[in-house]
T-cell receptor
Framework: NAGVTQTPKFQVLKTGQSMTLQCAQDMNHNSMYWYRQDPGMGLRLIYYSASEGTTDKGEVPNGYNVSRLNKREFSLRLESAAPSQTSVYFC????????????FGEGSRLTVL | AQSVTQLGSHVSVSEGALVLLRCNYS??????LFWYVQYPNQGLQLLLK????ATLVKGINGFEAEFKKSETSFHLTKPSAHMSDAAEYFC??????????WGAGTKLIIKP
């Protein structure tokens, strides 16, 4: 029962460094998402992939890139990290919101110094 | 455009008291509505959802929510609060089959 797995769980970066957050789901879901969560701001969608082979921008895509590697995996890349990207990042997946729900990973806490 | 408003960033109730968390939405089409719960240092998990069947929806852990179209509301209730209910609760409305519009969240504090 792994569900949605995110790595790493914690990361500290210096301004300008790059890194990739990995996400994998084992539920055969079509759609996958990357959110960031900041205090008092709820969840904000960064990018999503409605199905394998497609990706679309969400509410706050600037400074991020994504790759839907296959049906299971959806990665989020920060090319040049900035302090404003300090946040908790959540990956989620769903078979489709009209028939299912969003399943979330446990989150990745990123600090950019 | 769709939007979700949760009244109160923090709600404090005594153990055993009624829990009421408010959610109002705006939507131009019949919505799918959701409540998610986030326990400390965890991801979100679905509490319950409304998908145009019964207007009173029962969820996990004794929570329920009532869809009121005339009031564009989907308030979450629980008759008797337990210490384990302390968490952050998020209301959301489906924008499409692929996206949710989220409220800002309400932290529920349970007083002993």
């Amino acid at each position: 029962n792994a569900g949605v797995t995110q790595t790493p769980k914690f990361q500290v970066l210096k301004t300008g460094q790059s890194m990739t957050l990995q996400c994998a789901q084992d539920m055969n879901h079509n759609s996958m998402y990357w959110y960031r969560q900041d205090p008092g701001m709820g969840l904000r969608l960064i990018y999503y992939s409605a199905s394998e082979g497609t990706t679309d921008k969400g509410e706050v895509p600037n400074g991020y890139n994504v790759s839907r590697l296959n049906k299971r995996e959806f990665s989020l890349r920060l090319e040049s990290a900035a302090p404003s990207q300090t946040s908790v990042y959540f990956c989620a997946s769903t078979p489709g919101l009209k028939t299912g729900e969003l399943f979330f990973g446990e989150g990745s806490r990123l600090t950019v110094l | 455009a769709q939007s979700v408003t949760q009244l109160g960033s923090h709600v404090s109730v005594s153990e055993g008291a009624l829990v009421l968390l408010r959610c109002n939405y705006s939507s131009s089409v019949p919505p799918y509505l959701f409540w998610y719960v986030q326990y400390p240092n965890q991801g979100l998990q679905l509490l319950l959802k409304y998908t145009s069947a019964a207007t009173l929806v029962k969820g996990i852990n004794g929570f329920e929510a009532e869809f009121k179209k005339s009031e564009t509301s989907f308030h979450l209730t629980k008759p008797s609060a337990h210490m384990s209910d302390a968490a952050e609760y998020f209301c959301a409305v489906s924008h499409s089959n692929y996206q949710l519009i989220w409220g800002a969240g309400t932290k529920l504090i349970i007083k002993p």
